[in-house]
């Protein structure tokens, strides 16, 4: 009972120093992957980069301890930190205080969705998500994550638009027209020591090498050069009045905002009376309408101002009392001499400060990360954003379990391990509810950390605790030294990390499994990559397309019309060309008879009863019929009265023992006859065949010709 509440008492058997020392090792090795990656994961999330680190520091550790597998990785990951931005964007401004809130809520419903799901043994729950879907959807959401971290390579700052591909050709139309180089120089310098590295030697920390060097670059060249400036440093008169602009846009869309929220709670005050005036409701929801078209129209106000804002580059000038002055690029007075950096204006969301307007002269860097591990606290629970949020949750706990369980079981194949995935569901759910108490984002298993535990010997959980441990000593001690860490840096530790989740052979391996789970991969990978970021319609369409397919299947099963083939095998007369008897039919019908397909194969013997008039008995293969309901039952009777009234024999073999049991209670059985039923398919054809050529009228003895006795080629002007 102990092992079953705490597997990980199971590390200790037979632990020895060896081991210990063996899994510090590979925990070391993991965290120094780990430090970076969660960071770049959290700005990916849409959060402030330490969060990584606090998503870092207790998930680890708990799904270590009450997972089932000894080297699973778990903490931040590309698809899920994804999810988590195009799930909040909605909702709140990225980075905010409301939207760190809810990724922390989000964390908190991910885990008890998961942890219900283990407990409740239902991880079965995860085959919803079939292979191809997961592959069209993982694939686009790879190039999705991928490029979305153009803006940061380049330098650029723009407005996210309605779809993905939009903010895309932003991002590129900005990069055109102005890219700060040693933003890209940091991100080239970046990617050519990882992948250097990676193939120099695979055991080496690449992506921790590439950070420290990096960050030491950055601090000792002034990679970032940001200032506070009053407005009245800004020399331009058109540029400050641009400012004041953008500032009036701002105080507008919070007073709009404002209104609707009163006017959304007036509402929902009024629906709640029993008998409210449906004419005053009417009114107020025209009014909002109004509101909501005056909030669009003021968004795409602010979002023009802000852009010719962000376009504008300045030089700087030092002033006569030292100060300096920032003149438009252009704009510079003759023989004045300026100190040669491109200076750009910090824009954001939000109404700028004029006396502390935030001007950059250098590239992005981390910036100030707070010293310390995160306070226990419970996540805020409010039920209104609960509601909003349990669609994606349940997407999110899915998907995240899925490439979980896909990592954990690949590793069991290697090392012998038993993995119990309602065991792994419980520690994912842990890692999720105890981590959003310390304030951490939702997080699931990493392909990429895994591999690096597996590679570096790890035994047991024990190399996820050190882990852990370690990212608790970084938080306490280090964070200083990521200050300087260029936020270019961190974008391409992502691109790298995404690159082998695009899988091209996986759309082909579909195609050749099966055209539909081809088809229906390609098209949750358009569907994902057009939609974004509403991601989880690629999930959804993939979902129904797949329901979609198998409903169909089900309702037009494969029944087939058997004969004798060149080895002595009954096969089907269609697929290898054979002949046909015509006073017997031998029909296999393969899957569960129910009343979506009952009618599909009454269809089916009526075409061979029309395209046989000289059809003397009709057998049925029940060896593929797994399940019988009512409906199916009822209609297999009729279809044998209708049978026996044309003067057909209706026989059937091979019947399973539970279709059997249906028909007895049913009275199936007694109405067919046990003389009809037959244990063995060839045993069945021989006494039909010798009944039926015992008849008056029919060839006397056995049927030496017959293609359910020899085997006969089709031939298209006569059958037997």
Known sequence: MLVKIFPFLLWFKGYKKQTLRVDFISGLTVAMVLIPQSMAYAQLAGLPPYYGLYAAFLPPLIAALFGSSNQLATGPVAIVSLMTAATLEPLATMGGEMFIAYAVLLAFMVGVFQFL????????????????????FTTAAAIIIASSQLSNVFGVSVDKADYHYQTIIRVIQSAFDYSHLPTIGMAILAIVIMVGLRRLNQKLPNVLIAVVVTTVLSWAVGFHNDKRISIDDLASPAVREMVRDFNGTQVDYIRLSDARADLNEIIDKLQKQKNYNGMELIALENELAVLNFQLKENKHQAHLVRSKLRDLHFSAVTSQNNGLI?????????????DGRPWRL????????????????????????????????????????????????????LLGFMEAIAIAKAMAAKTGQKLNVNQELIGQGLANIIGSFGSSYPVSGSFSRSAVNLQSGAITGMSNVFSSLVVMITLLFFTPLLYHLPQAVLACVIMLAVIGLINIKGFVHAWKAKQSDGVISVISFLVTLGMAPNLE??????????????????????????????????????????????????????????FVNSSFLDEEVFRIRSSSPDLRCLLLVAEGINGLDSSAEDALSLLVDRIRSSGVRFTMSRVKDSVRQVMERTGLLEKIGEENIYDSTEAAIQDISSRIHAEPGQEKGAC??????????????AEN
């Open 704 to 717: 030496r010709g017959c293609p359910l006795l020899t085997y006969v080629p089709r031939v298209e002007t």
């Open 346 to 397: 910090k824009i954001s969301n939000k109404p700028l400060d004029e006396n502390s307007l935030l001007i950059m002269g250098g590239g992005s860097v981390v910036g100030s990360i707070p010293e310390g591990i995160p306070r226990l606290s419970m996540p805020i629970i409010d039920f209104e954003i609960v509601s909003r949020l349990l669609t994606y949750a349940i997407i999110i706990s």
């Open 537 to 594: 319609l690629g999930i959804m369409v993939g979902v129904v397309l797949s329901l979609g397919v198998f409903l169909f299947q089900r309702m037009r099963p494969k029944v087939s019309r058997l004969s004798m083939d060149s080895v002595g095998v009954l096969r089907c007369v269609d697929s290898h060309n054979l002949g046909s008897c015509r006073h017997i039919a031998v029909l296999r019908f393969d899957g569960i008879l129910f």
């Open 117 to 136: 799901l283990g407990i409740l043994r239902l991880g079965l729950v995860i085959n919803f998500l079939s292979h191809p879907v997961v592959n069209g």
């Open 326 to 338: 920032f003149y438009s690029h252009n704009g510079v007075p003759v023989g004045v001499e300026a």
